[in-house]
């Protein structure tokens, strides 16, 4: 939920709807967390008599968004669901069809925009993750199947001894969930970092020695098996690395603006001798405090922000899968900078080498840990 202003809390939404025989009988069930405790604060379940499966689907969607507008109005709320029809149908990628479906999302359109813009997003998560909500529809069903009450508790009582929780909490000597994995790797060399150049939002392309390294990373990941995708900056350096792996791991690539280089404006393309010669006072002051641009360029400060966003995104779309990111030096040292908790000048310590790999775990209860950092054992073989 990247983007946040001042005021509202942030919740966590995790709905769930089910029919026997599809179309049979029909309930939901859906949980509002506290983001930062995993506390369950509210929870509802009904049964809908005969409906479709994703109906109830989004009749859940709907009881949840409406809980958590009763605790806070103006809340920022990731809604979790195991169904990717509504997920996407919501996150609008996919267009909404059938007539029933049409009415129920446009409903809840409208009471997500009551939090405000950008106030709610929504994740796919797998079933077993969504245990609260989904035991919440099945005992609804069986209720009213059964022509019994359904017991519609609209506070925390949802949770007891059955409950997993879908909030990872850190368990003996680690977390005890399936982390997202973001694999960092720096894209193949070029003429500007053989030569030592500034090399921002200029775009020189990948050098032959570039094109082995990127090889090499990716052999060395489609060995593992278990590469979900590709994301990348928009810098052809990177596009090309990020093609050659994702035609080794046979995933699908997507491009990420956020996770350009940083601009060095003035400095783009010259030797860090010729600037020095040239800006001798400027780039004192630019190595000593990351919150100064070069001339016509960008801070380090602004760097973080930007990164920031793009792993929260990366993070929050892409729950539970390892995804391989392709990037420059800056970017990836912001990324392992942030998950150790490193002061934003750390970055000009963090040295990245072209086709390295860096690996980062990042826990749904808060913990990111560094598994590996610069990583070019694979490299032996494009030298």
Not at 84 to 98: A, N, T
Not at 213 to 221: D, M, T, Y
Not at 307 to 312: E, F, G, I, S
């Amino acid at each position: 939920m990247s983007g946040a202003v001042s005021g509202g809390r942030r919740f966590i939404v995790e709905a769930d709807g089910g029919s026997r025989n599809n179309p049979g009988p029909a309930g939901y069930g859906a949980v509002v967390r506290d983001a930062s405790t995993g506390e369950i604060l509210r929870s509802a379940s009904d049964f809908l008599g005969v409906a479709t499966n994703n109906v109830a689907e989004y009749n859940g969607l709907l009881a949840g968004l409406r809980l958590a507008q009763e605790l806070d109005p103006t809340a920022f709320v990731e809604v979790r669901m195991d169904s990717r029809l509504v997920v996407e149908q919501m996150s609008g990628r996919w267009q909404v069809k059938h007539p029933d479906m049409r009415a129920l999302a446009s409903e809840a359109a409208k009471v997500a925009a009551l939090f405000g813009p950008g106030h709610v997003s929504y994740t796919w998560i797998p079933r077993e993750r969504n245990q609260a909500a989904d035991r919440l529809a099945n005992e609804a069903m069986d209720a009213g199947a059964a022509g019994r009450p359904v017991r519609s508790r609209p506070q925390a009582a949802v949770a007891d001894a059955e409950e997993t929780p879908t909030v990872n909490r850190i368990v003996g000597w680690g977390p005890a969930f399936t982390a997202t994995s973001l694999l960092l790797v720096r894209h193949g060399a070029t003429a500007f970092s053989v030569e030592k150049r500034f090399s921002g939002v200029g775009d020189p392309p990948l050098i032959e020695p570039g094109r082995l390294q990127a090889k090499a990373v990716a052999a060395r990941l489609a060995s593992s098996g278990d590469i979900d995708l590709v994301v990348t900056s928009p810098m052809s350096r990177c596009r090309e690395t990020a093609s050659i792996i994702a035609s080794s791991t046979g995933v699908p690539v997507e491009q990420d603006d956020d996770l350009r280089e940083v601009d060095f404006g003035a400095w783009e393309g010259l030797t860090f001798e010729t600037v020095q010669e040239r800006w001798p006072r400027e780039l004192q002051l630019w190595l000593r405090d990351p919150t100064i641009s070069p001339p016509e360029g960008e801070s380090y400060e602004s760097l973080r922000f930007r990164v920031l966003r793009a792993q929260q995104r990366l993070v929050n779309r892409h729950r539970g899968l390892k995804v391989c990111v392709v990037a420059h030096s800056r970017p990836i040292a912001s990324f392992v900078a942030s998950a150790l908790d490193a002061p934003l000048a750390a970055l000009f310590r963090l040295h990245v080498d072209n086709g390295s790999l860096t690996e980062l775990d990042y826990y749904d209860d808060g913990p990111q840990v560094l598994r590996t950092f610069n990583d070019i054992s694979h490299l032996a073989i494009a030298r």
